[in-house]
């Protein structure tokens, strides 16, 4: 995968970790989290999974970031080194 696909996930998981967070509070606030206990607990395992996968490619993308820079300066000569 490359940078811009990592950042592209991150991005649309972030926007789901938002719209779930805003349902959430919206339940909560009209109390159908009682109501509507399965639905509640399926939010709350939406916004669990989305925020571990996001924390997944924002690991990945790290890594790539730093095998890149690794790569770049094994090929790099500085006489001054």
Do not use: C, W
């Not at 991005?11 to 509507?36: P, W």
């Amino acid at each position: 995968m490359q940078d811009n696909d990592y950042r592209r996930l991150i991005a649309q998981l972030q926007e789901v970790i938002n719209d779930t967070v805003k349902t959430i509070d919206e339940f909560e606030a009209r109390g159908m989290n009682g109501e509507l206990q399965a639905e509640y607990e399926q939010l709350h395992a939406i916004l669990q999974k989305a925020t571990a996968d996001q924390r997944r490619y924002q690991h990945a993308l790290l890594e790539s970031v730093r095998n890149q820079n690794s790569e770049g300066e094994q090929g790099r000569t500085d006489p001054e080194i």
